[in-house]
């Protein structure tokens, strides 16, 4: 079975400065899928990043990039220029690459890091 | 282009009863996933809906039972309420079994048992 570890339940960063959110997983799969999502006090969570583990370049959307270090099985989440819009829970999940899973998906997360933008 | 859509918000139950929850896919998918969200956890995967068939399934106990529809739209139900199964339940929808990934999720069920 595979974990998610998200040792950091609460962090906070000023405006416009940069926040990075660390995650660790196990899991005995080769091949596989890493994803950052963010769920806003609204509730919907919504996909931020996503990492597949057989490309060794770390994957960037704007202001969100990742540090993949697959051997450590370690990814973490640098936000820059922090945006009040930020302000959120950020879930690290993980999934089995669908032609090692049956076809069929499942996503596990970790606890969640609540992250706070201040003014 | 209409997102996932969850009803009812919020409910409330005593010990014992049996609630239904129910969600539409956003528009042109077909897998609808099921989650549970504890106060201050992350999701738990219950199970997922694939051609009207229950395709995979978490730790979760036969209490917990659902249902897809030809239109996709999906039901969740919970039979004898614990206290325990007080959360909030996310649906969550995606094109061909979820192959990228990628889940596009409801606001959520948030249900109290008493």
């Known amino acids: 079975a595979q974990t998610v570890t998200q040792s950091q339940p609460e962090m906070s960063v000023q405006e416009a400065e940069t926040v990075t959110l660390s995650c660790t997983y196990d899991t005995s799969e080769s091949n596989y899928y890493l994803f950052w999502y963010k769920q806003p006090p609204s509730r919907q969570m919504i996909l931020v990043i996503r990492q597949e583990a057989y490309k060794q370049q770390n994957a960037t959307e704007n202001r969100f990039s990742v540090n993949f270090q697959k051997a450590a099985k370690s990814f973490s989440l640098k936000i820059s220029d922090s945006q009040l819009g930020d302000t959120a829970m950020y879930f690290c999940a993980f999934m089995k690459h669908f032609r090692f899973s049956g076809g069929y998906q499942k996503v596990t997360f970790g606890t969640g890091t609540k992250l706070q933008v201040i003014p | 282009d209409a997102g996932v859509t969850q009803s009812p918000t919020h409910l409330i139950k005593t010990r014992g009863q049996q609630v239904t929850l129910r969600c539409s896919p956003k528009s042109g998918h077909d897998t609808v996933s099921w989650y549970q969200q504890a106060l201050g956890q992350g999701p738990q995967f219950i199970f997922q809906?694939?051609?009207?068939?229950?395709?995979q399934r978490g730790n979760f106990p036969d209490r917990f039972s659902g249902h897809q529809f030809p239109n996709y739209s999906s039901e969740l139900n919970v039979n004898a309420l614990l206290l325990g199964d007080s959360a909030l339940y996310l649906c969550a929808s995606s094109l061909d079994r979820g192959r990228d990934g990628e889940l596009f999720f409801g606001e959520g069920s948030r249900l109290t048992v008493l």
């Open positions: 809906y694939y051609e009207e068939e229950e395709r």
